[in-house]
């Protein structure tokens, strides 16, 4: 598969880090063709300006301030976010990212009066995110969650009807133990493991 790594965080030594080596390494040993975009490493501009934002309908012309990062979501078949929870949401630089590159034409299909908004990037089969959180699980529930329905809600409607997907947090990331930090780790290697599986099982539910 060729599988889309998003990475969100400005320490490279942070926890975080540590995911995104286990996602890469248990990619590379599984045979998958891996692409990986470090956010805070390449000095990606999160803030959409008032020229970007005029021309946000223009099919032909909006993608022009972000295409290379369009490529490379044009290229995946699967896609895996890594970032910390910051205030029970995704970071600025993610969230950036999603309302500049997910562009009008090029993403989806604006919605009409006859019929609803259209998914454009129906080659992307399965979804992995990743994420670490200060709060607990039940803190994490009562404020509703937000960074995890933006991308298995939001980012899922853009992508192939039958996209499966998978979340997978460590809560109370300030006091967990480094065994538990561990534990974490090894179940991020078993997520990723499972995802050729996955979207073959997928795959097969496609009529025709």
Known sequence: ??????????????????????????????????????????????????????????????????????????????????????????????????????VPGFAFEMPTAQRGPRPKLRHIRRVLVMTTCGATPLMSWIMGQPGRRTLLRGFRSVCHPLCSTKFLALYRMDTVSVAERQAHLQRVRKAVAGLGRAVSVASDMVPG
């Open 1 to 102: 598969m060729k599988v889309l790594v998003v990475y969100c965080h400005p320490c490279a030594d942070s926890f975080n880090g540590a995911v995104r080596d286990t996602v890469l390494e248990t990619l590379a040993d599984h045979g998958h063709e891996v692409h990986l975009l470090d956010l805070y490493a390449t000095g990606f501009d999160p803030v959409m300006r008032a020229d970007e934002w005029r021309g946000y309908h223009d099919n032909a012309a909006n993608l022009e301030p972000v295409h290379d990062r369009a490529q490379e979501l044009r290229w995946a078949q699967a896609v895996i976010f890594i970032y910390p929870t910051w205030w029970y949401g995704l970071p600025a630089m993610l969230k950036g990212w999603l309302e500049r590159v997910l």
